[in-house]
């Protein structure tokens, strides 16, 4: 079993709804990441976080809110939303170690649906 | 440069067989090279990873083998089995935190 922990499993939203997607980690990681994945596609980095402070933004839309409130959580705000915005959530962590593997442990997701 | 080309796309093998899977990347900055596989409705998870010191590593019946100077990598499935039935993703590292995932491939092991 995964863990990292991701709640809600699933989550119906509309356009003009305000949600949140939630993950833990107790694994002392320092680095926590959101992906986005498509169906039958690769995940796709949306954010980074390294000792608690963005580190990577990959020019997501401001719709997409990311929180760190500290090492063990990490949050994705949500508002407005398209339904192009459907997907499957990935909450990823890691240790943020230069130069070394580290492996990055993913949670089992998040599925958003947006209508 | 940031591209990773992944090959096949999918792939159908009789339980026993031995699917191989390949990499090719341009970045010569990559300094990771991890293979996850995805079950359907499951985030991916680490299969096995290796340096780019090294050409080959096993872990169970799953093999990398690593080209540096060909800039490819592959990995191979021993004795394969229905269980093994995912999407296969290579992930290059550029960088602490990026890692470049290829476009996947679909293996189904029939039994």
């Known amino acids: 079993d995964t863990e990292v922990t991701q709640t809600p499993k699933h989550l119906v939203m509309g356009m003009t709804n305000k949600k949140s997607l939630k993950c833990e980690q107790h694994m002392g990681h320092r680095a926590m990441y959101w992906y986005k994945q498509k169906a039958k596609k690769p995940p796709e980095l949306m954010f980074v976080y390294s000792y608690e402070k963005l580190s990577i933004n990959e020019s997501v839309p401001s719709r997409f809110s990311p929180e760190c409130p500290n090492s063990s959580l990490l949050n994705l705000h949500l508002h407005a939303l398209q339904p192009e915005d459907s997907a499957l959530y990935l909450c990823?962590?890691?240790?943020?170690?230069?130069?070394?593997?580290?492996?990055?442990?993913f949670g089992e997701g998040s599925w958003l649906t947006v209508v | 440069q940031q591209q990773v080309k992944q090959s096949p796309q999918s792939l159908i093998v009789q339980k026993g067989g031995i699917p191989i899977i390949n990499c090719a990347y341009e970045n010569t900055a990559f300094d990771y090279f991890p293979w996850y596989q995805q079950f359907p409705g499951k985030g991916p998870a680490l299969l096995i990873a290796?340096?780019?010191?090294?050409s080959e590593k096993k872990e169970g019946r799953f093999t990398i083998s690593f080209n540096k100077s060909a800039k490819q990598f592959s990995l191979h499935i021993m004795d394969s089995q229905p269980g093994d039935s995912a999407t296969y993703f290579c992930a290059p590292r550029a960088g602490t935190y990026k890692y470049i995932f290829g476009t996947g491939t679909r293996l189904k092991v029939l039994a």
């Open positions: 990823a962590s890691s240790h943020p170690v230069e130069g070394a593997g580290n492996t990055i442990y």
């Open positions: 290796i340096r780019p010191d090294v």
